[in-house]
């Protein structure tokens, strides 16, 4: 026995494929649009995993240091360190900046650590860790930067030595890692014209600058410009112990805010990216409805145009389960292909993509499955619409 | 419809359908959880590291001068400016002597006047001498007149009496003598001192030096101690280096170091550890150091950033890796080895690192095994992985 559908393919093979693709980059769209919400909330754990921490421990009260801003004494870690139950504590600071190289400045999230410590990136894609205590950094590839690159930060430049991958801000900018003191630097030091101003503007107030005590101006000029801030301290807990039973003495008796995994993924997820998530969601709810929709009328037209046809397939006394079967098989083929075509298309355009596109089999799998439904479903209206044509339409009803 | 179009056909399709499905294959095999996590894969090599020290600093003077007043007061004229060679005792900066210089004069008037009053008490000696002479001469002469029982015993006494009050009149003229030059040393004492207290305001240089900053101006009052010129000796110059005291270790007094300023950071000056502070910095974590200049530099200036890099001695050769191959698992540290194919984690102990990223391994491995170096994303013993040459500058 022939296949009816797979003569019918043969006979309008190009309108076939060609409704396959398109079918096929809409779908890629639906996908790609998964993906970026996907991306988006793997964003959030990505920054959590690299952080290589257990516990945040931020300013009381306060939400840091990623969805709030958060500030710390840089001696903070000492007293952390030796609470029951941690392994490893280190202070960290993060902040947004833009930084210059060459004429073109890039976004990026400038993180603070201590090397060796929780904070540093755990992997790297090519040259190596920090090793001087300053003036050098290790920047994520998404930034362009190369090995060897000088960037400008500040007022300071820095070599970038090593590079990574994936290590990105909740935002999605790339992450520059520098050492703790240059990082504290940036952050809180001004650029050279506001120290200037400062200083003056200090030597102009009398009661700062007074004749007859040599040397307060110059104190005062001193404790301006340092900094001892940071914005969180990472703690890792010795294994076997329970992060939540570590964090509750750090907020009862050292008067922080700490935060577990669980808690900080809640804070990441459910609070900082909330909005920009459920706006992505909604619009990827409504693309899914669109495509389905396109999906079923494709499929619907394609049988409409196939109407004379059919009728004659009628004529000649074909059984009404074998045209269901034709077009059955022709919308789950149409599926299939559409499927295949999304899926390269979506993987193929997802690395161009400014931000992190994620791209999950089971989003695949469950996307193949809707894709498949839909057709079916698509192909009974027009399975409907066909066994209802009158035979006589063949000669020229 | 031929019977070989739909064979062409046919055929047509199928090779579509396998490209398609080959291409679905591809993509599946290269993105998402089946991927392989790219690697690259080096061996450890034997060597030595040449393990250095790195830390930031600034130039100061080892040895600065801050010059001024002892005694509060008001700056009457600045003999130098900022950036001016001054050597040793040279007049930098005066200070008003408002009535210093006339009370000189006053006690030069009242040294001359002691020396009439030391004049006319040694007047008054030599009156008193001849008188005694005097009496003393009556004296004697009225004793043998009085022996010879020429004239009364109380004219002889009254001669004698006359005799005993010149010499008290003599003792007298002498004491007078003596305080009117005690006096006239007293005064000249004085006016040696106002005159010391006449050089004291005169700020001069105390050594060799170049004037860095010119703080008051003439007319300014300023209080005792406070500076109105300071100096620095440009021959004692040199780097006051923080280095963090995690990577401090080795540090040491007589290392030689590389100075690379920061107005010139291509061409490193050569230097030397002068001194190694006992005290760390408790606060920023720091130990502190000065590092001098083998030969000065010209046009160095004060304050400028430096970053000093030291040479340690070369440890032992042995296993080395490069430190981006270092990841850490819970509370181990180690390295991802690749052993007969298979991803193994090899707890390693670690010896000291050299600026470059070389990491000495002291225990865990041998030269020759392949290891782990750079990675596209965090492993697991479940990873798979393909080896690849690089992956700089790769994304996805």
Redesign the interface.
Known sequence: MISLAGRD???S?GKF?FTGVGLGLLIGATLTMAGVYRGMVDDARVLL?NS?ADIWVVQKDTLGPYAEPSSLRD?AYRAIRGMPGV?RAASVTYLNMQVQQGNRDVRVMVVGF???QPGEP????????I?????EAVAD??TGF??GERIRIRRHDYTV???T??MVSSGGDPMVFLSL?DAQEAQFLKDNDAIVNERARTAANPSLNR??V?GLLEAIQASQTVS?SVNAVLV?V??GRDAEAVAEPIRRWKHLEAYTRAQMEEILVAKLIATSAKQIGMFLAILAVVSAAIVAFIIYTMTLGKIREIAVLKLIGTRSRTIAGMILQQALGLGA?GF??G??SS??W??FFPKYVL???SD?LRSFAAVMAICAIASTLAIRAALRVDPATAIGG | MKPNSLLSRRAGLILLGIALLAAFVFVIARTGPFAATRVTVMKVEEASVAPALFGIGTVEARRAYLIGPTAAGRVLRVAVDVGDTVKAGQLLAEMDPVDLDQRVVSLDASIARAASTAAAAEAQRRDALARREVAAINARRYAELGEQKFVSPSVVESRLQERTSADAALAAAEANLAAARQDGARLRAERDGVRQQRQNIRLVAPADGVVTARDAEPGSTVVAGQAVVRLVDPASLWVKVRFDQGRSAGLAAGLPAEIALRSNPARPLAGKVQRLELLADSVTEERIAQVAFDAMPAGIALGELAEVTLKLPAAQAGPVLPNAAIKRRGEQVGVWALREGALVFVPVRLGSADLEGRVQVREGLRAGDRVIVHSESELTPESRISVVESLAGKTS
């Open positions: 393919i043969l006979h093979w494929v995993d290589g001696d392994a201590e090397p060796g755990p992997y790297l894609l090519a040259g190596r860790q090793t001087r205590s300053h003036y590839v998404r190369g090995l030595v090593g590079l991958r994936r003191k004749p007859g040599p001892r890792q010795q294994a292909i295949v075509v899926k390269i993987a193929l997802a690395p791209l999950l089999p695949a």
